[in-house]
């Protein structure tokens, strides 16, 4: 998902995407993480969880389901060094098109998932 939202950064017609992107991989920065603040969970040394709430998840959710994956990619290179070169992969061997649509979609079903069962999500990168 990082590539994907490297590539979303150069692109005025991923914008929505990307802002939901980066909601999803970073969470809100006003999330209440009492419940995980323990050494236990979270030791302090990184930035802490961040939880989108499950109204943030609805909206994420939405966000994503709306995107046009294809359209979003459609400018990326047909090379397929220079597509890895577009999305920070350097030396990554196979079809970035293909890794991207995947993650893209599995991150969909995650956050739609959270949204059915009205769950908020942690992000946490650790």
Same mark, same amino acid.
């Given at each position: 998902?990082?590539?994907?939202?490297?590539?979303?950064?150069?692109?005025?017609?991923?914008? #929505?995407?990307? /802002? @939901?992107? !980066?909601?999803?991989?970073?969470?809100?920065?006003?999330? +209440? =993480?009492?419940?995980?603040?323990? *050494?236990?969970?979270?030791?302090?040394?990184?930035?802490?969880?961040?939880? #989108?709430?499950? /109204? @943030?998840? !609805?909206?994420?959710?939405?966000?994503?389901?709306?995107? +046009? =994956?294809?359209?979003?990619?459609? *400018?990326?290179?047909?090379?397929?060094?220079?597509?890895?070169?577009?999305?920070?992969?350097?030396?990554?061997?196979?079809?970035?098109?293909?890794?991207?649509?995947?993650?893209?979609?599995?991150?969909?079903?995650?956050?739609?998932?959270?949204?059915?069962?009205?769950?908020?999500?942690?992000?946490?990168?650790?």
């Amino acid at each position: 998902m990082w590539g994907l939202l490297r590539y979303c950064r150069g692109t005025a017609r991923c914008a #929505p995407l990307h /802002a @939901a992107l !980066d909601r999803a991989l970073s969470g809100d920065a006003d999330g +209440d =993480i009492g419940f995980l603040d323990h *050494d236990e969970v979270y030791d302090g040394c990184t930035d802490p969880p961040r939880p #989108p709430a499950p /109204a @943030a998840v !609805d909206e994420i959710t939405r966000a994503l389901l709306e995107a +046009d =994956i294809d359209q979003v990619l459609a *400018d990326l290179p047909d090379d397929p060094a220079a597509a890895a070169s577009a999305v920070g992969f350097q030396g990554i061997r196979g079809d970035v098109r293909v890794c991207l649509v995947e993650h893209f979609l599995a991150l969909w079903v995650f956050f739609r998932d959270a949204q059915l069962q009205g769950q908020c999500v942690i992000v946490w990168i650790n």
